[in-house]
């Protein structure tokens, strides 16, 4: 059972940037699939990017293509997604999770992995 943590979330004015980290408690995510989903108030789990720790494969969604970047620590372990210019309309709770052995064609489905964080809120202001 892998343990996922989310940290970086909090209050950021409109314009400005964030970068979320996620980690796996005594582990680490090198060979995972690792995936950021957001889910705001009232709206379904939307994908954000996911990254193939081999290889350093990415994919995102394609409104959030320029603005963030999801990348890898190889020293930590970790899987962090850099936010910048971001707008009221990101606020939301925002979730990693990991999974091995996924292509990437399936890694905008929630339903493709197996391991998930308990979330951390971002609220941009305006």
């Known amino acids: 059972q892998v343990q996922l943590q989310e940290s970086g979330g909090g209050l950021v004015q409109s314009g400005g940037s964030l970068r979320l980290s996620c980690a796996a408690l005594?582990?680490?995510?090198?060979?995972?699939?690792t995936g950021w989903f957001r889910q705001a108030p009232g709206k379904e789990r939307e994908f954000v990017a996911a990254?193939?720790?081999?290889?350093?494969?990415?994919r995102y969604m394609n409104s959030m293509r320029g603005r963030f970047t999801i990348s890898k620590d190889s020293a930590k372990g970790t899987v962090n997604l850099q936010m910048r210019n971001l707008e009221p309309e990101d606020t939301a709770v925002y979730y990693c999770?990991?999974?091995?052995?996924?292509?990437?064609?399936?890694?905008?489905?929630?339903?493709?992995?197996?391991?998930w964080g308990q979330g951390t809120q971002v609220t941009v202001s305006s």
């Open positions: 990254m193939r720790w081999t290889g350093g494969t990415t």
């Open positions: 999770a990991a999974g091995r052995n996924l292509i990437m064609g399936v890694t905008h489905s929630p339903s493709s992995y197996n391991y």
């Open positions: 005594g582990d680490s995510l090198s060979g995972y699939v």
